[in-house]
Nanobody
Framework: QVQLMESGGGSVQPGEALRLSCAAS????????MGWYRQATGKQREWVAG???????GYAESVKGRFAISRDVAANKVYLYMMNLNSDDTAAYYC?????????????WGKGTLVSISS
């Protein structure tokens, strides 16, 4: 099994930046890709970004140009740097991982970290 733990959430004002981190543990050799999803209150969980072990990245259209995903394979971590945040970015953010080299379809999940954007 793979365990994932997110950190770095919080409350910021519109236009500010925030960096989320996710640490993987357990059967980390199973991981070929990691990524982030988010879920706002009353909405479905949506894919935000993904990255494979060899650095292939993908982003949802709503965050392109504002969010950047990166991976430290040796440290078993994935990061999401979020810039120019707005109220639409308010959500619980979940880290995911899979063993299929897929940017979107996660098999393992963290418990989430809350991000709130308000003035």
């Amino acid at each position: 099994q793979v365990q994932l733990m997110e950190s770095g959430g919080g409350s910021v004002q519109p236009g500010e930046a925030l960096r989320l981190s996710c640490a993987a543990s357990g059967s980390i050799s199973r991981i070929n890709a990691m990524g982030w999803y988010r879920q706002a209150t009353g909405k479905q969980r949506e894919w935000v970004a993904g990255i494979t072990n060899d650095g292939n990245r993908g982003y949802a259209e709503s965050v392109k140009g504002r969010f950047a995903i990166s991976r430290d394979v040796a440290a078993n971590k994935v990061y999401l740097y979020m810039m120019n945040l707005n109220s639409d970015d308010t959500a619980a953010y979940y880290c995911g991982a899979n063993g299929r080299n897929d940017l979107r379809a996660m098999e393992y999940w963290g418990k989430g970290t809350l991000v709130s954007i308000s003035s």
